[in-house]
């Protein structure tokens, strides 16, 4: 009995799955919306990252949400506050799950760039087009660099870092310096 409670499981966790995959008309929504909040200034600057900027570079991954850095305005209180990105969401009919907001259908997390390596992957990011909407893209050697910092180093970024590490178009020198510049190894 427990067995079959078991496959019924996995079963449903596998429609669910299929329901949530993310559908390149709601990405390219979704990438317009981070645009507007740029050029509004709820955001001072941003880059794709995750499975979704790794799209770009080498094979798709699987992933069910748009992880995105940014860089928010500057503001006179100490502790960074995500309110005024929640709050022009909100004000947009976008809806608050846990730890992202559903914009478009797609779950987005914002994640304010918590390191000087992060700094860097944003600013140095590629404007990239997808589906005819530009879009600032975490460039790999960055990525496989925030995958090797110690609080990201987990099986699955792992995998993801090797992946890019395989890629022809892997630009090993100036990898190399970004991981000697941050004092970092794979």
Not at 99 to 115: A, D, K, N, Y
Not at 133 to 138: E, G, H, N, T, W
Not at 151 to 162: I, L, P
Request: aromatic share 6%; with cysteine; charged share 25%.
């Amino acid at each position: 009995m427990r067995h079959a409670v078991g496959l019924d499981r996995d079963l449903r966790r596998q429609a669910v799955t299929c329901r949530m995959s993310l559908s390149m008309e709601r990405v390219r929504d979704a990438l317009q919306v981070l645009n507007s909040m740029q050029d509004e200034g709820v955001i001072e600057e941003y880059a794709v990252a995750g499975a979704m900027a790794i799209l770009f570079w080498t094979e798709a991954v699987p992933t069910f949400d748009l992880d995105v850095l940014v860089v928010l305005p500057a503001s006179d209180e100490a502790i960074v506050s995500l309110d005024s990105l929640y709050r022009w969401t909100e004000a947009r009919g976008y809806r608050a799950l846990k730890e992202h907001i559903l914009i478009e259908g797609v779950r987005t997390q914002f994640v304010p760039s918590p390191s000087p390596l992060a700094d860097e992957a944003i600013v140095t990011a590629e404007t990239l087009d997808y589906d005819g909407v530009p879009v600032k893209v975490v460039r790999p050697e960055y990525l496989v660099a925030l995958y090797s910092e110690p609080s990201a180093r987990t099986a699955k970024r792992r995998e993801r870092a090797a992946m890019l590490l395989d890629w022809p178009g892997l630009n090993r020198k100036l990898l190399d310096e970004i991981l000697n510049r941050h004092g970092l190894s794979l």
